[in-house]
């Protein structure tokens, strides 16, 4: 079997690029019927009308919806990341770094790709098919948290048992705040998150 020639590779690189790109869209879509939509509501053939692109081409690349959403999580969370590596960039080695951390992190939590996270974290309760690329998207982002707290805040001498901890209450606090959305009270909110920022571990 004879090599490829290097006009021959170029156009195979273009075709896989041409993929690439139309299951962007797709994914991208995806995520804005999440938001726009909610779970129960977006259907693949919207995500296609949203991506600009045919039903055919949307069910070429993911014949069923299950295979749209799972691939879904793995590009939201990547978007995750992405947001979330960009805030921690910004922290410097000021003395309000804590709180500089607690107001980037509701950020995030508060933001609209949280909302799409929420959607597909409530419906993998009652759909399989979800679940499992749910929780290990969720093992990905808080290992992440993990990581980032152990660099940015070393465990400081006569910290108690329980300091590991510290960014997943964190987390999980905030995580929940943005679940209650607008029904939680602006005041109540402000507490929590200056309680967050001046608690002794």
Request: aromatic share 8%; glycine share 4%.
């Given at each position: 079997?004879?090599?490829?020639?290097?006009?021959?590779?170029?156009?195979?690189?273009?075709?896989?690029?041409?993929?690439?790109?139309?299951r962007r869209r797709l994914l991208d879509a995806a995520i804005v019927c999440l938001i726009d939509?909610?779970?129960?509501?977006?259907?693949?053939?919207?995500?296609?009308?949203?991506?600009?692109?045919?039903?055919?081409?949307?069910?070429?690349?993911?014949?069923?919806?299950?295979?749209?959403?799972?691939?879904?999580?793995?590009?939201?969370?990547?978007?995750?990341?992405?947001?979330?590596?960009?805030?921690?960039?910004?922290?410097?080695?000021?003395?309000?770094?804590?709180?500089?951390?607690?107001?980037?992190?509701?950020?995030?939590?508060?933001?609209?790709?949280?909302?799409?996270?929420?959607?597909?974290?409530?419906?993998?309760?009652?759909?399989?098919?979800?679940?499992?690329?749910?929780?290990?998207?969720?093992?990905?982002?808080?290992?992440?948290?993990?990581?980032?707290?152990?660099?940015?805040?070393?465990?400081?001498?006569?910290?108690?048992?329980?300091?590991?901890?510290?960014?997943?209450?964190?987390?999980?606090?905030?995580?929940?705040?943005?679940?209650?959305?607008?029904?939680?009270?602006?005041?109540?909110?402000?507490?929590?998150?200056?309680?967050?920022?001046?608690?002794?571990?």
């Amino acid at each position: 079997m004879g090599a490829s020639s290097p006009s021959n590779f170029r156009q195979r690189l273009t075709q896989d690029e041409k993929t690439a790109e139309t299951r962007r869209r797709l994914l991208d879509a995806a995520i804005v019927c999440l938001i726009d939509r909610g779970y129960a509501n977006t259907t693949t053939s919207e995500i296609a009308e949203r991506a600009g692109l045919s039903r055919g081409a949307q069910l070429y690349h993911f014949p069923k919806k299950e295979e749209l959403l799972t691939s879904a999580v793995e590009h939201l969370i990547e978007l995750k990341y992405g947001e979330l590596k960009e805030k921690v960039s910004r922290l410097t080695n000021e003395n309000d770094r804590r709180a500089m951390a607690i107001d980037l992190l509701w950020e995030t939590y508060n933001g609209r790709l949280a909302t799409a996270w929420i959607e597909l974290v409530v419906a993998s309760r009652t759909d399989s098919y979800l679940r499992e690329s749910v929780s290990a998207a969720n093992d990905r982002v808080a290992e992440y948290i993990n990581r980032s707290f152990e660099e940015l805040f070393p465990r400081p001498e006569g910290a108690g048992a329980y300091y590991e901890l510290i960014p997943h209450i964190v987390s999980l606090t905030l995580e929940g705040m943005a679940l209650e959305g607008m029904t939680l009270n602006s005041e109540l909110t402000t507490k929590i998150l200056d309680a967050l920022k001046t608690f002794k571990p």
